[in-house]
């Protein structure tokens, strides 16, 4: 079984549709990570969270939110979706040791808003 | 800011040809290095990594080789193959309280 998951891998919806995208890890890792993949830009970090208690910003947070349920799951939320958020969306996990860590990513949900 | 460059694909490459694709970054102190690959459909996933100046990753026949002084980390491959299509990101990482930092990303399609 993956390590990581997202549900949905695909979605369509319209503009204005409110979306939540989940990701779980049975990894045990604190770190959890959303970023969002575009042609040409490469991955971009929308929201990080350290451990359940704590939730941040990334780069490009305006009209995501996120809801840190549990130690192993992750979820982000399109509050009211728009065309110009069509992406590919990855969680990631990490443990949290420091700087040679590694990141484990889920499969991806590839969302497009029409 | 600390960032990474890395060259922009696509890359086509012939099998069994030379493969290297370059990673320069720009970071105070001393950064642990990566190289992630994404093969078509799925997530990224760690390819090899060194967390110190001199120190060669290698993985599936792969190599990068910290290089302090040229502030690089470029991946090599000796003779490539068609399964090693797929997109390559540089990232380099600080310390526990900092985010790692990708490049943008190199495509490499390999013809047979």
């Known amino acids: 079984d993956a390590d990581v998951t997202q549900t949905p891998r695909n979605r369509i919806t319209k503009t204005g549709k409110r979306i939540m995208l989940e990701c779980s890890q049975t990894k045990g890792h604190d770190r959890m990570y959303w970023y969002r993949q575009d042609p040409g830009l490469g991955l971009r970090l929308i929201y990080y969270?350290?451990?359940?208690?704590?939730?941040n910003k990334g780069e490009i947070s305006d009209g995501y939110s996120v809801s840190r349920q549990a130690q192993a799951k992750f979820s982000l939320s399109l509050e009211s979706a728009i065309p110009n958020q069509t992406a590919l969306y990855f969680c990631?996990?990490?443990?949290?040791?420091?700087?040679?860590?590694?990141?484990?990513f889920g499969p991806g949900t590839r969302l497009t808003v029409l | 800011g600390d960032s990474v460059t890395q060259m922009e694909g696509p890359v086509t490459l012939s099998e069994e040809a030379f493969l290297t694709i370059n990673c320069t970054y720009t970071?105070?102190?001393?950064?642990?290095l990566f190289w992630y690959v994404q093969y078509p459909g799925e997530g990224l996933q760690l390819l090899l990594k060194a967390t110190k100046a001199d120190d060669k990753g290698s993985n599936k026949g792969f190599e990068a080789t910290y290089r302090k002084e040229t502030t690089s980390f470029h991946l090599e491959k000796g003779s490539v193959q068609v399964s090693d299509s797929a997109v390559y990101f540089c990232?380099?990482?600080?310390?526990?309280?900092?985010?790692?930092?990708f490049g943008k990303g190199t495509r490499l399609h390999i013809l047979p």
């Open positions: 990631a996990t990490e443990k949290g040791q420091g700087h040679t860590d590694t990141q484990y």
């Open positions: 990232a380099l990482s600080k310390g526990r309280d900092d985010k790692i930092i």
């Open positions: 969270s350290f451990d359940v208690k704590d939730i």
């Open positions: 970071a105070t102190g001393y950064p642990s």
